[in-house]
């Protein structure tokens, strides 16, 4: 006998499609999916009509801005230009800036969000299906309603594709973290790193959940096309496979259960030092010295040595951080630790807003091939992506020997971990008042958003408008709405790991030599802490390592302060890898 298999289609924005047989497509490709692993399945169809909801108010270019400036908090915290380069909005065709306003109006508007889950929930309710494909928009609407009742999903099959939910904009309004649908069968999320509809990775801790990578690259906008993603070879053996052929479940879920039990280190670190930049004026000379005492370090705080990764100098690329990163944090689970130790030089870059213009600064770390644009550059934007989605009890460290402005050596210190922009990028930031060059007012400092401690001041800076590395900046809108979102989806809000810098937002961090040997200032009284607490056996919090990091810095005559950043919760508590040492 025939099995026949329900699929409820929720399509993504602007539809019809340019290709008003979409729906044909849709069914072709789902329908040949199966059947190559199963002649005998059948599949039925139901597609969930919404357009009528958004073509009652009308969008124009203004109002696209408008609601993009909305969707992130006012423009402010968000940057649109920092997210999308280098396909950055101003180089977007204009089907990508109506769907970016209908993505944004549709998360503006709670009276439209609330009658667009309703239209998905009232087809569930009616057709019962097996599987649910939820293409760019319709993916939103789809997550909106099941993270609220997920009981809708219980025993089905979600397909995500062409999805902007993994988007920090759009996870902002979700409260900063997209949730596991614990009730599902599966959740498929197909990725296309090609496709310039905002789309992102989604990186969810949970058993049922997988992302299936689906590259093509076609001229033009082909790249968000629904048929493509249906029809992928990855998708067929992923998502259809596994539909078509109930037999090979068991198979699938003992594959899971043997990634899962693969072994997957308690404590893992990774160690970055660049001494040797390209550019002569720019070298250091402690900061391979720093990696190394610091590998000596946690292994003395039983740290396995297969478990600590080191890149060094030229090796250090924003590629080859990028990737070690994901190799430090893949994977992590409760209770693990990791940590994260940086030693060179950091830097602040103008950053862009949703009208392509200078509104605030973003503090970066510099890789080897650092060359002041987003692409070679270590970005907030890029590292909360990695962090924001891990289980809140993980135990995930950032040290950050460096400083995010350069300077003059004073009062005869060494050399300060911190670059000077040259000068056609510091020109972004200036104006002139008649007289002479100033910096000009960015957007942030101007709009004041953040001004009540409830605001979480510390995310914009001293001045108002500094994107903090490692503060998951874009996750963040106004508190209230926040307050709200959290409750709503059922979560704590993004994972907010504890970070120690070197120095406060207006202040350098220099190199020190002990003896004839460099280290950092800070990582060598940081070494040294460390050392002295294990050999008296003394555990102590983050919180206090600060402050005794603090006296010993001012000991040495260095005027840096080190900073703490994290939750209360984590900070206050014994540190986990000094615990009961001797």
């Not at 504890?498 to 800070?522: I, K, N, P």
């Not at 009284?525 to 600060?546: D, I, M, P, Q, W």
Request: one cysteine or more; glycine letters at 8%.
């Amino acid at each position: 006998m025939a099995r026949t298999i329900r699929v409820q289609c929720v399509h993504g924005v602007g539809h019809p499609e340019s290709d008003h047989r979409w729906e044909q497509l849709w069914q072709e490709r789902v329908l040949g999916g199966l059947q190559h692993w199963s002649q005998g399945v059948q599949a039925e169809f139901r597609f969930t009509a919404y357009d009528d909801l958004f073509d009652r108010a009308a969008l124009n270019l203004a109002t696209v801005l408008e609601a993009v400036a909305r969707l992130s908090a006012s423009g402010i915290v968000h940057g649109i230009g920092d997210l999308f380069r280098p396909r950055g909005l101003g180089a977007l065709s204009e089907r990508v800036r109506w769907t970016a306003g209908m993505v944004a109006q549709w998360a503006a508007d709670e009276e439209l969000r609330r009658k667009t889950r309703q239209a998905v929930e009232r087809d569930l309710a009616a057709f019962d299906p097996h599987v649910v494909l939820a293409h760019s928009l319709g993916s939103l609407i789809t997550y909106d309603l099941l993270a609220q009742e997920p009981g809708l999903v219980a025993g089905r099959t979600l397909v995500t594709f062409g999805s902007q939910i993994g988007n920090p904009f759009v996870r902002s309004i979700f409260g900063g973290r997209i949730v596991a649908l614990s009730p599902a069968r599966r959740w498929f999320h197909l990725f296309n790193a090609e496709d310039d509809v905002f789309t992102a990775r989604l990186r969810i801790p949970a058993s049922n959940f997988e992302q299936v990578d689906t590259l093509f690259d076609i001229p033009g906008m082909a790249d968000h096309d629904a048929a493509q993603y249906l029809a992928h070879s990855n998708t067929v053996t992923r998502v259809w496979r596994e539909m078509a052929q109930p037999a090979s479940r068991g198979l699938a879920r003992e594959q899971r259960v043997l990634v899962q039990t693969e072994r997957r280190p308690r404590r893992r670190a990774l160690l970055v030092g660049i001494n040797d930049y390209p550019q002569p004026e720019n070298r250091l000379e402690g900061c391979v010295n720093d990696v190394f005492e610091m590998s000596a370090v946690l292994q003395d705080l039983k740290f396995d040595p297969e478990d600590i990764r080191v890149v060094l100098n030229e090796r250090a690329t924003t590629e080859g951080i990028q990737e070690r990163l994901h190799w430090l944090l893949d994977g992590a689970d409760e209770d693990a630790i990791r940590v994260f130790f940086y030693s060179g030089h950091g830097a602040q870059m103008p950053g862009y807003g949703e009208r392509d213009e200078v509104d605030h600064i973003n503090e970066c770390l510099v890789p080897y091939d650092f060359d002041w644009t987003p692409e070679h550059a270590i970005l907030d934007d890029w590292f909360l992506d990695l962090y924001s989605q891990l289980p809140y009890k993980t135990n995930f460290v950032g040290i950050f020997d460096c400083c995010h402005s350069g300077g003059m050596t004073r009062n005869g210190l060494p050399k300060a971990r911190g670059l000077n922009p040259p000068d056609d990028i510091r020109h972004r930031a200036l104006r002139w008042n008649g007289e002479m060059w100033v910096p000009r007012e960015l957007n942030l400092a101007k709009q004041k958003l953040l001004q009540s401690k409830a605001d979480q001041p510390m995310y914009l800076g001293d001045r108002g408008e500094t994107k903090r590395l490692g503060r998951a900046v874009s996750l963040w809108t106004e508190e209230r709405h926040f307050r709200r979102a959290k409750k709503d989806y059922g979560h704590a809000g993004p994972y907010v790991p504890v970070l120690l810098h070197a120095c406060q937002e207006d202040q350098l961090s220099y190199e020190y030599r002990h003896g004839v040997t460099a280290y950092g200032a800070f990582t060598y009284c940081l070494s040294s802490l460390f050392r002295s607490l294990k050999a008296a056996g003394k555990s102590v919090t983050f919180e206090t390592l600060a402050r005794q990091a603090a006296v010993r810095l001012k000991r040495l005559g260095y005027p840096q302060t080190p900073v703490l950043f994290g939750p209360r919760r984590k900070t206050a508590q014994p540190i986990p890898y000094l615990r009961g040492i001797r």
